[in-house]
């Protein structure tokens, strides 16, 4: 724990001035950010007696060890520089909002062609109209259907639309009326655009004046004796205003409005928002946060407020956002929203009337969101406290392990054989610390030898990065481990699990305030295995001078515990909460190393003598095919003859006979029924044994090549 004195600013060196500041922890790491009026006033009040602090704030300031701050001209400065710093830090002691779920949206993608309607989630692309969001993807697709008798708009995928384009057949939807076939040329792309435009007004609350036109029509087709048309207006009109009932009309004046309601308790606090467009609630939305920091409710508004606006632009913001309660000051946050929409925006308190009311609505669905949020964490979070407790008395640590780490080796039949390390945190996955591992010590299926590699290269890793943040003693040898590179391992998957690319040589960025990839170490290991792969993890650790971390292993047969130096495993009752946390942690690891194991596999099969090839892309790849017509031609050519392909030089032309001079024709296929060998000229089959080649091109070619290889 620090003291804040010891890092406090001398008196007279803070700016009196509007700006932004950054508390930063012993690791360089930012852990807040705030913004002020006044630098000078807003810093001095963190640097008082501890005792007159709220708690969480006194929390903050022991846990940083240096604050530093950049003046900006206006308040309005200070606010658009706090958000994007708080966007990319991601500090632990800001507020922020856990969004419930992914939201869909009803999209119109007016930066095509022929725009198309669709369901859309995730962040939000230029030159495309949103309504929304909707609670549920149903909602959205019931709305749509019903508009689709109206407006025709084109709903199909790409591949859809130009299949049928090929074929000169429209999909069903054409056949039947809620396309208007745009793909076959029933309708020009200006007509189709004026559709799509006509549906985007009826969405955006334009509704009354269209179906007095319909009405209109459908009065004209009447007396005109033209039936059929009266009635297909008839029935058109009742589909628009089946769809308006979906959405009541909650504000009279057909007012464009969000209103934000907060409910919260000392700890945490639940946001909800209704979008209300035309009069109409379009959309809903919630948060949960947990109080980390000391605010007010007008606080908790203004982190809203940049939250559903930061990335958001004209129309998208709306004239009026009405909150419970004001941000002190609040007229930074109104000249930011304004220059958001490009128009003046109003954010106001409602005092009376149906926007009163409505906002009460609001209210007590934060109350219901923050109820509901704390009845499901609390199961939660007991369960995971009783979890954590049960293995660290089973495995006899001190202390609960907060942070636990599982690795795993996969291959298959010793070939492609890679390694994965899985992190869950209070018993929660944190995929952002996932990692993936390829095995190059050595050749061959040894999952021991795997094992001791991988932990050996996790952790001098984090030994490298420790030095580098300063907290070796003095004395101590570090050049063994400072020399260490880790090129081979790989960053963890996004959130649905995709892998990620390799990472480069290690790269040290002491000010940045990131955290670095290997630089926290767990409170236990995990390997997926028995006592030899216990025994090779906890090995490779005592090797490195690590003597500080648990290690434990999980045995897939009868799920026993085994221990380092233990004869005998740990087991747990099949009921045990400790039990299924591992289990978990385990399977997840295995789950993340398979899933890397099989993709470099596929990769493997697909690839071809002529991927081997550096600088060679795709382009030339194909103009050799096109122009010899197979690889085994290819193969039999000169290097003369290969220089005649458009775009290959001679130095080319010798790598490529290099290349292919070590990879020999995959094995012709034979005719099962009568033993005969089927003449086949390959295509991009990959090939294993050494073939005939120039003698003007060296062997050392492809030796240089796989020297380059990571």
Known sequence: ???????????????????????????????????????????????????????????????????????????????????????????????????????????????????RVQVMRGHKKKGVRYFGPYGHAWAIRDTVDLLLRVFPVRTCSAGVFKNAARTGRPCLLGYIGKCSAPCVGRVSPEEHRELAEEFCDFMAGRTGTYIRRQEQQMAEAAEEMEYERAARLRDDIEALKKAMEKSAVVLADATDADLIAVAEDELEAAVQIFHVRGGRVRGQRGWVTDKVEAVTTGDLVEHATQQLYGEETGDSVPKEVLVPALPDPVEPVQEWLTARRGSNVSLRIPQRGDKKALMETVQRNALQALALHK???????????????????????????????????SHLQGDDVVASMVVFEDGLQRKSEYRRFQIKGFAGQDDIRSMHEVITRRFRRYLVEKEKTGEWTDGEDTSAEASFSVAGSEPGADADGTPGGEVPEITFTEDDGRPKRFAYPPQLVVVDGGRPQVAAAKRALDELGIDDIAVCGLAKRLEEVWLPDDEDPVVLPRSSEGLYLLQRVRDEAHRFAITYQRAKRAKRFRSGPLDDVPGLGESRKQALIKHFGSVKKLRSATIDQICEVPGIGRKTAETIAVALAQAAPAAPAVNTATGEIMEDDEDAAPATTAGPVEESVTAGASDERRGQET
């Open 375 to 409: 009845t499901k964490r609390a199961s939660d979070l007991t369960t995971r406290s009783r979890a954590l407790e049960e293995i660290a008395e089973a495995l006899d640590l001190d202390s609960a392990p907060l942070r636990i780490e599982c690795y795993d080796i």
């Open 1 to 115: 724990m620090a003291d804040p004195s010891s890092y406090r600013p001398k008196p007279g060196q803070i700016p009196d001035s509007p700006g932004v500041y950054k508390f930063r922890d012993e690791h360089r790491r930012v852990i807040y950010v705030g913004k002020a009026k006044s630098l000078r006033q807003r810093l001095a009040s963190y640097f008082q007696d501890l005792a007159n602090l709220h708690p969480r704030t006194r929390t903050m300031v022991t846990t940083a060890a240096s604050v530093e701050w950049t003046v900006v001209s206006t308040e309005v400065e200070a606010l658009q520089l706090e958000y994007s710093w708080i966007k990319e830090y991601d500090p632990r002691f800001n507020v922020k909002y856990r969004d419930d779920k992914s939201y869909p949206y009803l999209a119109v993608t007016m930066n095509e062609e022929f725009p």
